[in-house]
């Protein structure tokens, strides 16, 4: 979480801290030195701040930060928040302290009248605290990100089905129409979600740890294997340009993958995968936000 500092409001706060004389070095939870302020004889702190907004789960309280005040006595510590177009609100008030506090999207869009539709990904909320209504010398901001960037990134519930494709293993084609199911995560690999999308398959073995998974699950029904080393890895990465799907790389033994048969239904996206060693299988994703998928092919 970045802290927005101001060097000169900071020198001038320094300033304002020394001569009011309120701050020591026993001020509880000081985490920013010199990024306290005063306001008529009482020190503020902005505490333990972390999280982003999660456009994709905007009702989740994801950020989290503490008030915490020493000094002269005030009514309350007011949280205001401010999105980039201007639109401003409260988050409420502080009367006792140390107070920690926790604010999902939802709470922020609530205080500024605002609508999800009106978020992007890349907004800086600016958060800033009034003491007794006056302005303080303090704020930090809040980063705005999305579960389903380029409506692809998340979780998912899968189901791999694996199919016999001939010339591979005699394990492999042995095993068709064995099945796989558990959760499987797409990582974004860019940040602008305008951008075309690369991402990274995590799919959980039966000790649930998450492993790079281009088998979407597969390879756990395929070849009954647990540990990332067996599992595809490579450079092998999952693209998605103008809503066309296609596996990029090769992986760890050079292997190149395809894609085919793909169907969108609401929230449930299928496919079909094979790879030139003769390996293939059936995949069921269905989005765990329960939102459509968008038109793929």
């Not at 920013?32 to 009482?42: A, C, L, S």
């Not at 950020?63 to 999105?83: D, F, L, P």
Request: negative net charge; aromatic residues 8%; proline residues 3%.
């Amino acid at each position: 979480m970045k802290i927005l500092n101001n060097l000169s409001v900071l020198f001038a706060g320094i300033i304002a801290i020394t001569m009011v004389g309120c701050v020591g070095s026993d001020f509880e939870g000081t985490e920013f030195p010199g990024n306290e302020f005063t306001v008529e004889g009482t020190a503020i702190s902005a505490l333990g701040v972390s999280g982003d907004f999660d456009i994709g789960k905007a009702d989740v309280q994801s950020v989290n930060y503490t008030v915490n005040a020493r000094g002269g006595a005030i009514s309350g510590v007011e949280v205001r928040i401010t999105h980039p177009n201007g639109s401003a609100g409260s988050l409420g008030t502080s009367t006792s302290f140390p107070d920690v506090k926790s604010v999902s999207l939802n709470d922020a869009l609530t205080a500024t009248g605002m609508a999800i539709d009106d978020v992007a990904v890349g907004d800086m909320w600016l958060v800033e605290y009034l003491v007794d209504g006056n302005p303080t010398t303090t704020s930090f901001s809040i980063n705005t990100v999305t579960t389903f960037k380029s409506a692809l990134a998340g979780l998912c519930s899968g189901k791999a089905t694996v199919t016999a494709q001939g010339g591979a293993a005699a394990t492999w084609d042995g095993n068709a129409g064995m099945v796989w199911e558990g959760p499987v995560t797409f990582v974004r690999q860019q940040l602008n979600p305008n951008d075309d999308g690369e991402y990274v398959i995590s799919t959980q073995n039966g000790a649930a740890d998450p492993l790079d998974d281009i088998s979407f699950g597969a390879y756990y029904a395929g070849y009954a294997t647990d540990a990332q080393g067996s599992l595809p890895n490579g450079d092998l990465r999952l693209r998605d340009i103008d809503n066309k799907l296609s596996i990029t790389g090769a992986s760890q033994w050079g292997e190149v993958f395809s894609i085919e048969n793909i169907v969108v239904d609401g929230a449930t996206l299928s496919f079909k995968w094979t790879n030139d060693y003769g390996e293939g299988a059936e995949i069921v994703l269905t989005r765990d936000d329960g939102e459509d998928w968008p038109p793929l092919n």
